[in-house]
């Protein structure tokens, strides 16, 4: 069992060493060729590269950690006790069955209790477990869990309305469908009324429109 491992390796096998960029771009060839084309001809020359070049964009939240990412970043506030809410963040991932893209938005509410942080590195606790293979329930989890974890606020709330392209261009192929899902923590669970005010702030989830 691991009980220590750097952040890098806190999702990886540890048994398994990380491929090389040459070993990465010799699979997305087999993957051209089992695609029926042909990796050599000029239009795909460069595509392997290129593939492996947005893997590393797409899934670059494997190296840092979001908890010492959050933990180094916030702030003493002198008494705010109000509720922070920041709304409708672009949210990109990729499904973890299918490799193909979530698009969507999230919201992400929390109510201080002394404790305070850039609205910026909200976002960037998102984009973190957004950028590594995912399932929305479980990202939505992750979100509020750690805000809750390291800022230890009266109370967290995640909302996050995403399409998933395994579903929109392949398998049932329903093109519009949104998935919603939330995680509320503390007074967001326990009191109506913070419920209420967050939901009200947030506004009625919007049936599609980031297809994109
Ligand atoms: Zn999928």
């Known amino acids: 069992m691991n009980i220590q491992t750097p952040a890098a390796a806190k999702t990886a096998d540890a048994n398994e060493p990380r491929p090389t960029r040459d070993e990465a771009e010799a699979a997305v060839r087999t993957l051209l060729r089992w695609a029926g084309d042909?990796?050599?001809?000029?239009?795909?020359?460069?595509?392997?590269?290129?593939?492996?070049?947005?893997?590393?964009?797409?899934?670059?939240?494997y190296d840092e950690d979001p908890a010492e990412m959050l933990a180094r970043s916030f702030e003493e506030t002198d008494g705010y006790d109000e509720m922070v809410l920041l709304r409708d963040i672009r949210l990109e991932s990729h499904c973890e069955h299918h490799m193909v893209p979530i698009i969507g938005r999230a919201h992400i509410a929390y109510l201080p209790a002394g404790r305070v942080v850039g609205i910026s590195k909200l976002a960037r606790v998102m984009e973190l477990y957004a950028r590594r293979l995912q399932i929305q329930e479980k990202l939505t989890a992750q979100i509020a869990n750690t805000i809750n974890d390291v800022l230890q606020p009266l109370g967290v709330a995640v909302v996050i309305?995403?399409?998933?392209?395994?579903?929109?261009?392949?398998?049932?192929?329903?093109?519009?469908?949104?998935?919603?899902?939330?995680?509320?923590?503390?007074?967001?669970?326990?009191?109506?009324?913070?419920?209420?005010?967050?939901?009200?702030?947030?506004?009625?989830?919007?049936?599609?429109?980031?297809?994109?």
């Open 38 to 61: 042909n990796p050599n001809r000029e239009g795909l020359i460069d595509t392997p590269s290129r593939v492996v070049r947005s893997y590393r964009e797409f899934f670059c939240g």
């Open 161 to 212: 309305e995403a399409a998933h392209q395994c579903m929109t261009t392949r398998g049932v192929h329903k093109p519009g469908v949104a998935m919603i899902t939330s995680r509320m923590l503390g007074a967001f669970r326990d009191n109506p009324s913070t419920r209420r005010e967050f939901l009200a702030m947030v506004g009625a989830p919007r049936a599609g429109g980031f297809e994109g």
